[in-house]
């Protein structure tokens, strides 16, 4: 995969680093959108309208102004338009700068937060920072649609192939849902392992689930970063299987305190309501 204006050398991601706890504005990294974008053919005009890439952050402490340590979790919504993906090491880093800084609001550290990742991302982003009593009672939900894993099929190869998709329809025009919870890729700049369970609402040509599965599967050894496997989902069944409609939403497990669940839609508006699945 190569990148032509900025190269992911150029930034400075995967080195050693101290966490500091004193409030660092300057830790948060943002990563071109058009870097991915631009192997995908899409960087001027995407195939997907609707979206955001929705974070759970479950690890942000700072100090109120009499010393006395606070804690929240924060709901974070990117757009999908924004110049720039947040890279998650920095915004880990980012977020424990605060754990030995005094604030003299929770409102404060909501806004604060949110003015620093809009101008790392150069794009609208809304933060929503809860109490831990918001989440007493909150339920792990499963995702609507027919789970496609138990399939009694051989995989002996774990390379990404998007041609796995070739003649992936059948004639028979559909709305459904489809699920799997075996999508897991490595880190474009680590190589850790990122699992997720994807969801596909369709409208079209009806996609072989077979065919589907082992396409699904071919990104377990794949070095990409979650906002950009879900882009590369959404244009790879445009191209194979040209739905009239299409939403591909995945939730990751948490890394760091943070999970990652990027949402793109031809026609679907992005979630307003952050659930959790089983992993997470």
Same mark, same amino acid.
């Given at each position: 995969m190569k990148y032509e204006d900025q190269s992911l050398q150029a930034l400075k991601l995967g080195q050693q680093t101290n966490y500091l706890s004193q409030y660092d504005a300057? #830790? #948060? *990294? @943002? $990563?071109? &959108?058009? #870097? +991915? &974008? *631009? =192997?995908? @053919?899409i960087i001027e005009h995407q195939p997907f309208s609707i979206g955001c890439d929705l974070w759970t952050a479950y690890e942000i402490s700072w100090l109120n102004m009499n010393g006395v340590p606070q804690v929240a979790i924060a709901d974070i919504f990117v757009d999908f338009r924004s110049e720039n993906l947040i890279e998650s090491k920095s915004f880990k880093l980012y977020l424990n700068s605060f754990n030995q800084t005094k604030f003299s609001s929770f409102r404060e550290v909501e806004r604060v937060i949110q003015q620093d990742l809009q101008h790392c991302a150069n794009g609208n982003v809304v933060v929503k920072l809860h109490p831990l009593s918001n989440y007493t009672s909150q339920p792990i939900v499963a995702f609507s649609g027919d789970c496609i894993d138990d399939q009694e099929i051989i995989i002996d190869d774990y390379n990404f =192939?998007? +041609?796995l998709l070739i003649d992936c329809t059948e004639n028979i025009w559909v709305e459904e849902t489809l699920t799997s919870h075996l999508l897991k890729s490595n880190c474009l700049i680590t190589q850790q392992p =990122?699992? @997720?369970s994807v969801q596909i609402h369709y409208v079209g040509q009806k996609i072989n689930r077979e065919k589907l599965l082992r396409y699904i599967v071919? %990104?377990? *050894?794949? +070095? /990409? %970063?979650? /906002? *950009?496997? $879900? /882009?590369?989902i959404f244009c790879d069944l445009m191209r194979f299987a040209s739905p009239e409609k299409l939403t591909v939403y995945a939730r990751y497990t948490r890394r760091g305190g943070l999970d990652i669940n990027p949402y793109r839609s031809n026609f679907e508006l992005s979630p307003t309501e952050n659930t959790r699945l089983a992993r997470q």
């Open positions: 300057t #830790l #948060l *990294q @943002g $990563v071109p &959108r058009k #870097l +991915n &974008r *631009q =192997d995908l @053919g =192939d998007a +041609n =990122d699992w @997720g071919s %990104f377990r *050894q794949h +070095n /990409e %970063f979650h /906002e *950009q496997c $879900v /882009e590369r």
